[in-house]
């Protein structure tokens, strides 16, 4: 039972808060594939959402920018085989850091075997282990400080505009309110060609998340908002799955309802 339910607020954790106290060792724990808990659930879900999108030849192109990357690279498995080049961004120099040592390989980076290793198999093993990491921190060109509040996120880097956008679980962690989601929203889609493509995921109905000891707040998203919001600012839903979450895996660590997963693709200019 989640005593957290609906009872207690928590105080909206901006920019400053994740640059203190967002320890990414303890955000990779969520990471740790093969232990039978709602973690396995969302990853399993996401997972084959985006080798379907990245592998059926619908999404590819030139460039690909992940917005608020983490420390995290499952977001980005599936993608490296249909895009040139990636561009990973986050607010947080210890998440540049930690997703550098995997890039670099270096003693102590985390171990994404059992999910790259998931992968694979989910792609029909066209790539063994080794092949695709390798693929994919070939691809990752850069990793950039982002704010999605900042009208070009990517300030003072001016990109030119991308094939595809990825983000998952950043918008409801970084924005307080709808308006300000809304806003993020533009900024992000900005650094979007017309007709490329969004690829969004995350929580719905969640108002926080643990990382370590440390409540970080999360925004209550619901469909009718993500669809109202992505129409306002020019985007064509393709694709909108829900995996709802399972009650007998409700535990104190968050509060999510269910996990969104959304392709929609950028109006062409008039
Ligand atoms: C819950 S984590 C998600 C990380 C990763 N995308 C994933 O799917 O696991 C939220 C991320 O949003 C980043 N973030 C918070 N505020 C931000 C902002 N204003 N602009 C860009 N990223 C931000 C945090 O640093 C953190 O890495």
């Known amino acids: 039972m989640c005593r957290f339910r609906g009872s207690i607020m928590t105080e909206f954790t901006g920019g400053d808060v994740y640059q203190a106290e967002f320890d990414p060792k303890a955000f990779l724990e969520y990471f740790k594939f093969g232990e039978d808990t709602w973690r396995d659930d969302f990853l399993i879900f996401i ?33 490296c085989e249909s895009f040139k080049e990636i561009i990973a961004s986050d607010y947080t120099d210890r998440n540049h850091w ?8 270096e003693p102590g980076a985390f171990d994404w075997t059992p999910v790259v290793e998931y992968v694979c198999e989910l792609e029909g093993n066209r790539e063994k282990k080794t092949e695709k990491e390798t693929k994919l921190r070939k691809t990752i060109k850069q990793v950039l400080k982002c704010d999605v509040h900042k009208s070009n996120p990517m300030h003072p880097i001016i990109l030119p505009p991308a094939d595809c956008l990825i983000s998952s679980l950043c918008l409801e962690a970084a924005c307080k309110d709808l308006n300000t989601y809304r806003n993020a929203l533009k900024n992000i889609s900005s650094l979007l060609k017309p007709g ?6 995350g929580d719905l109905g969640c108002s926080f998340f643990m990382v370590g000891p440390k409540r970080f707040s999360c925004l209550v998203l619901r469909e009718e908002f993500l669809r109202e919001v992505l129409s306002e600012t020019g985007f064509i839903i393709q694709e909108f799955e829900i995996l709802f979450r399972d009650d007998n895996f409700i535990d104190d ?3 999510f309802s269910g996990m969104y997963f959304i392709l929609a693709r950028k109006e062409e200019a008039i």
């Not at 030849?57 to 990357?69: A, E, N, P, R, Y």
């Open 253 to 255: 660590s968050s509060d």
């Open 47 to 79: 997972l084959k959402q985006y080798c379907k999108t990245f592998t059926s030849g619908g999404v590819k192109g030139d460039t690909l920018i992940d917005i608020g990357s983490g420390p995290t690279i499952y977001q980005l498995l599936s993608a």
């Open 196 to 201: 490329g493509h969004l690829v969004l995921s």
């Open 98 to 105: 930690e997703l550098e040592k995997w890039l670099k390989n």
